[in-house]
């Protein structure tokens, strides 16, 4: 029998208002994404929305900015997007090789020390990233050293560990202790098991927590704003120096570039979690 994904209660009340609720949410979640595309075409200079005119004079300026050289800024869109990505990956590695083992130890360890552990870990989402900033810029001047990009990675660090955790924690509840007691009864070791047999079938979580780390160290603002310097910047940071005295109509055409990475990310890790891709 075929049940209905909204069933017809109350002469069809509850459908409607579910379909009036979500169209709600997804117009309020899809509002910014859908002004800012409609304004990165627009051929005027200012920024009134509507635009009364549509070009692609914003685009060509991007690809402009990234293929000729930009005096305007103390460092090129260029040398910040490349800054953006080698922090996003060094935090990516950095955050799988320890959330990976530490998974797998609190799954399998006591359930008190379990919650311990993901309590401390999901500290830095508690906090607001105004203070969390504030409190790395402290630590980062007091330690008197150039860590160069490292200021940044770290902050990142804290702030993406509790999402990539979560991701190989609910990948690791999904594996049996059996698989594994099955493979050292034929003769593997305890860690010959481990790599054979759970970390590939933890693989859909670690890959949506690589993406998520991408995602969110790359996006990144309010922390790396009190953390950077002249000579390390990141994407968005460049992005803000130019909207801070007028908007620059290119920045929006950047953020479309944006948004259309993350969304295809974020449609990758959705197909991840719900098992329906395999990228091993």
């Not at 459908?15 to 979640?29: K, N, P, V």
């Not at 910047?233 to 005295?245: A, D, H, K």
Request: proline fraction near 5%; hydrophobic fraction near 55%.
């Amino acid at each position: 029998m075929r049940v209905g994904l909204l069933p017809n209660e109350g002469g069809g009340t509850y459908r409607f208002t579910m379909l009036f609720l979500a169209t709600i949410g997804i117009l309020i979640s899809s509002l910014p994404v859908i002004v800012v595309t409609i304004m990165s075409f627009s051929a005027s200079d200012n920024t009134g929305f509507p635009p009364t005119e549509f070009s692609l004079r914003w685009y060509a300026d991007v690809i402009a900015l990234f293929v000729n050289e930009d005096t305007s800024s103390a460092q090129s869109v260029v040398d910040s997007t490349l800054t953006s990505i080698l922090v996003a990956v060094i935090v990516m590695v950095i955050s799988t090789l320890v959330c990976i083992p530490l998974a797998y130890a609190l799954v399998r360890g006591q359930r008190k020390i379990r919650e311990g552990m993901e309590l401390l870990f999901t500290l830095p989402l508690v906090f607001p990233l105004v203070i969390l900033g504030i409190a790395f810029l402290l630590i980062a001047e007091s330690l008197r050293v150039e860590i160069g990009i490292w200021r940044i990675v770290i902050p990142h660090l804290a702030l993406v560990l509790p999402f990539v955790l979560r991701n190989c924690i609910g990948a690791m509840n999904g594996i049996s202790i059996e698989l594994e007691e099955a493979a050292i009864s034929l003769g593997a070791s305890p860690l010959r098991a481990i790599w054979d047999v759970v970390i590939p079938l933890m693989r859909a979580g670690i890959l949506a927590g690589l993406i998520f780390a991408l995602i969110i160290s790359f996006n990144e603002f309010t922390i790396t704003f009190f953390m950077y310097t002249i000579d390390v910047s990141t994407l968005p940071i460049w992005m803000y120096s130019r909207t801070v005295s007028s908007l620059d109509p290119s920045t929006l055409a950047l953020s479309v570039f944006i948004i259309v990475a993350d969304i295809v990310l974020i449609m990758l890790v959705d197909k991840l979690i719900a098992g329906r891709a395999n990228l091993f």
